[in-house]
C-alpha cells in the first residue's frame, strides 16, 4: 500500500473517531441536563395546576368548558393527560393529547394541533405511563382531585426522543462533513507528501546513473534529511569521480613526457642528427624505467579510495639526475631553437623520491618549453639552501600575470590569455603534489614581458 492511501485510511480513522467520542460525550452530557431540564418543567406544570384548579373550585366562577381550555396549555412533555374530579369523584374534565379528546369535545387548539398531538399520542401509546395525583384542598376539607398522567421516566417522553433523533442525526451529519475535509484535506497532504517521495526517489535513480540533480528541499523534516543526504552522497560521488578522472590524467600526462622524449631521440638518431651512442641507449634506458614505475604504480595510484602515494624514497645524486632531464629534454628544445642549459654544480647526494622529482622537473621544463618563444632561453641551476636544494628553472618567456599565478597550480587551469590549448593544465598541479608529498615546495616569480623563474625546494633527508 502507499504512503499516500496509508496517510488517507489514517487521517479518515482519526476523524471519525474524534467525531464519534465527541458525540457520545455531548450526548451524555446533553442527555443528563435534558432530564433535569424536564423534571424541572413537570414541576413547574404539576404546581400550576394544582393551584389553578384550588383557586377554579374555591371561586366557583370558572366553568368546566374554560377549566378544559386553561389546562390543555399544561399538555407538555413528560404530560400527557389531566383529568379533574369534584369532591363526589364525578369527573369534570378530561383533556390529554389524543386528537379525538380535542376535537369531539371542542377544546382543540386547532387541526394542526391536534393532528400532531393525534400523531404524538399513536407513536408513544406503547410507552410506560405513571398518574400522580394531587388533592384540592378547602382548608381541611377534600373538595376535588387532579390525576395528572406523565410518562414514566424523562427517556419516554417524545421531546426526549425526537431530542435523541435529533441529536443522532446531527452526529451523523457531523461526521459526513468531517470526513469530505478530512478526504480533502488528506488527499492534498498525500499528494504533496507522494510529490516530494517521487522526486527523492528520481534524485537518487539520477545519482545512480551518473545524471546531474537539482538540489530538493521538502517541507517535511524526514523527507528533507533524506534529500540532504542523497546531495551529500552526490557531491562525494562528484569529489571521487573528479579525483579519479585527475589520477588518470596524471598517468597519462606522466607517460606522455618519457614517450616525447624516447620518439624525439629515435628520430634523431634516424635522421642522422644524434648519434646512437651510450649516452642516447642510457637516456632512452632512463625514459623507459620512467614508463616501468609508472605502469607499476598504477593499480595504487588509480584506487579513488588511497589519498596519499606510494614513495619509494632511495639515495641519488641531484646534479646526475638533473642531467639525464636535461639530456633527454635537448633534442625537443633544439628543433624550435631554445636554448636548453644547465649550469652543473659539485656531486651531491639527497634521500627523497627520485621518481617524484624527476617528474616535477619534467613537468617545469615542459611547461617552459611550451611559452618560451623560438630562439629563447631556459636555464636550469641549483644551490644547497641550508638542509633543502633549491632547484631553480628560469625562461625568457613571457611572463605570467599576477592573476595566473595564483592559479597555475591548480588541477585543470590554463590562463586566459594562454595560446596554448593541447595540453591538460595538470602539468604544474602534478609537479605541486609531487613536491608536497616529499615535504617540499614549488613557487614561482614572474612578470609579463620578463620570463619566469620557478623554484622547487627539495629536503635533502626525507623524514616522514
Known amino acids: 500500500m502507499t504512503i499516500k492511501k496509508q496517510w488517507l485510511i489514517i487521517l479518515i480513522l482519526i476523524a471519525v473517531f474524534s467525531v464519534t467520542v465527541n458525540s457520545f460525550v455531548l450526548s451524555s452530557l446533553t442527555n443528563r441536563y435534558f432530564k433535569d431540564y424536564m423534571k424541572e418543567n ?3 406544570h404539576y404546581n400550576q395546576i394544582v393551584d389553578y384548579v384550588t383557586k377554579a373550585f374555591k371561586s366557583g366562577n370558572v366553568s368546566v368548558s374554560q377549566m378544559s381550555i386553561d389546562l390543555e396549555t399544561h399538555l ?3 404530560i400527557t393527560r389531566i383529568k379533574v374530579y369534584d369532591k363526589d369523584n364525578n369527573l369534570l374534565v378530561d383533556v390529554s393529547t389524543d386528537m379525538t379528546n380535542f376535537m369531539g369535545n371542542g377544546y382543540g387548539n386547532g387541526m394542526m394541533n391536534g393532528m400532531m398531538n393525534g400523531m404524538m399520542n399513536r407513536f408513544e401509546n406503547s410507552q410506560s405511563e405513571e398518574v400522580d395525583n394531587a388533592k384540592i384542598m378547602d382548608g381541611n376539607t ?5 390525576n395528572i398522567t406523565k410518562y414514566s421516566s424523562a427517556e419516554d417522553s417524545v421531546a426526549a ?3 435523541q433523533q435529533s441529536l443522532l442525526r446531527n452526529s451523523m ?8 475535509f478530512a478526504v480533502i484535506i488528506g488527499i492534498l497532504i498525500s499528494r504533496r507528501m507522494s510529490k516530494d517521495l517521487i522526486n527523492t526517489a528520481n534524485m537518487a535513480q539520477n545519482i545512480d546513473i551518473g545524471n546531474k540533480t537539482i538540489s530538493l528541499n521538502s517541507n517535511v523534516k524526514e523527507i528533507r534529511v533524506i534529500q540532504q543526504s542523497l546531495a551529500s552522497l552526490q557531491s562525494r560521488l562528484m569529489l571521487r569521480q573528479k579525483s579519479r578522472k585527475a589520477l588518470i590524467d596524471e598517468l597519462v600526462h606522466q607517460t606522455r613526457t618519457p614517450l616525447t622524449i624516447i620518439k624525439t631521440h629515435l628520430e634523431g638518431i634516424e635522421d642522422g642528427i644524434i648519434d646512437m651512442g651510450p649516452e642516447e641507449i642510457k637516456i632512452c ?20 579510495q588511497k589519498q596519499e602515494s606510494i614513495l ?3 639515495e641519488f645524486e641531484i646534479n646526475q639526475l638533473i642531467k639525464q632531464i636535461v639530456n633527454g629534454l635537448k633534442v625537443q628544445f633544439e628543433k624550435k631553437n631554445i636554448d636548453l642549459i644547465f649550469t652543473e654544480q659539485q656531486k651531491l647526494s639527497i634521500l627523497s623520491d627520485k621518481y617524484k622529482i624527476s617528474q616535477a622537473i619534467y613537468n617545469i621544463l615542459t611547461n617552459a618549453y611550451k611559452f618560451t618563444p623560438a630562439f629563447g632561453k631556459v636555464q636550469v641551476s641549483y644551490r644547497v639552501d641550508q638542509d633543502n636544494i633549491l632547484v631553480s628553472i628560469e625562461d625568457n618567456g613571457p611572463g605570467i600575470s599576477k ?3 595564483r592559479r597555475i597550480f591548480d588541477a585543470y587551469y590554463k590562463g586566459e590569455k594562454s595560446t596554448d590549448r593541447t595540453g591538460e593544465g595538470i602539468g604544474l598541479y602534478i609537479a605541486k603534489e609531487n613536491s608536497v608529498s616529499i615535504h617540499g615546495s614549488i613557487t614561482v616569480e614572474s612578470a609579463l614581458g620578463k620570463g619566469s623563474r620557478f623554484d622547487l625546494t627539495i629536503p635533502r633527508q626525507f623524514t616522514k
Not at 624505467?289 to 595504487?300: A, F, G, H, R
Open 142 to 146: 377534600v373538595i376535588g382531585q387532579i
Open 161 to 163: 426522543m425526537l431530542f
Open 173 to 180: 451529519y457531523s461526521i459526513g462533513i468531517v470526513l469530505i
Open 285 to 304: 634506458e632512463n625514459q623507459i624505467e620512467n614508463i616501468t614505475n609508472i605502469i607499476t604504480n598504477m593499480s595504487s595510484m588509480i584506487d579513488a
Open 312 to 314: 619509494n624514497i632511495e
Open 76 to 78: 407538555a412533555d413528560p
Open 42 to 44: 413537570y414541576e413547574s
Open 403 to 405: 592573476e595566473d599565478q
